[in-house]
T-cell receptor, first 120, second 115 residues
């Protein structure tokens, strides 16, 4: 099956620093990539949607200057948490969507293993 | 806007017993429906999906789900659970939007398996 990787798997940083998380689709090209945030024992909250070569579309309440998303290619998207603060500590999960070649209205969304961020 | 409800926060079943996890959605038409499983500290793995057609969907690991339009439900079932099935299960819906669908997740059901 399709594999989505994330790097790093966990990161600890000091308050005020920036952290970059990479998301790669390893064996397929993703039409769209997504970034989610998951709080302990809670569901996933969509932060933003990005298409290769386009600006990301952020969900309401998500600061685009805080969470910078770059979708450089069909296999790579990055999330940079700028000037991180303790409240940004969370589990960040990326996801990549692949569309069926002969039925573009049908697709599958694959998820990365997540990155746990702890801001001290 | 669409919403997803997973009424059971936590379910405990004995190994070898059958399992049914409930999922209800709110949307005026038929959405796309998904079940994902998340093991501790891990990302989500797709178990099965429904777009159209046969309302009984077979997935991986012996799971199946049935779409019931009249009940706005997409319950997940497994005839005999294994200890390795212990995890968090998420139901998700996507409103058809010409390829621009976004997934809305339920709050999850944590499954515990007892010997």
């Amino acid at each position: 099956g399709a594999v989505v990787s994330q790097h790093p798997s966990w990161v600890i940083c000091k308050s005020g620093t920036s952290v970059k998380i990479e998301c790669r689709s390893l064996d397929f090209q993703a039409t769209t990539m997504f970034w989610y945030r998951q709080f302990p024992k809670q569901s996933l909250m969509l932060m933003a949607t990005s298409n290769e070569g386009s600006k990301a579309t952020y969900e309401q309440g998500v600061e685009k200057d805080k969470f910078l998303i770059n979708h450089a290619s069909l296999t790579l998207s990055t999330l940079t948490v700028t000037s991180a603060h303790p409240e940004d500590s969370s589990f960040y999960i990326c996801s990549a969507r692949v569309v069926q070649r002969l039925a573009r209205s049908k697709w599958t969304q694959y998820f990365g293993p997540g990155t746990r961020l702890l801001v001290l | 806007a669409q919403s997803v409800t997973q009424p059971d926060i936590h379910i405990t079943v004995s190994e070898g017993a059958s399992l049914e996890l409930r999922c209800n959605y709110s949307y005026g038409a038929t959405p796309y429906l998904f079940w994902y499983v998340q093991s501790p500290g891990q990302g989500l793995q797709l178990l099965l999906k429904y777009f159209s057609g046969d309302t009984l969907v077979q997935g991986i690991k012996g799971f199946e789900a049935e779409f019931k339009r009249s009940q706005s439900s997409f319950n997940l079932r497994k005839p005999s659970v294994h200890w390795s099935d212990a995890a968090e299960y998420f139901c998700a819906v996507g409103v058809p939007n010409f390829g621009n669908e976004k997934l809305t997740f339920g709050t999850g059901t944590r499954l515990t398996i007892i010997p």
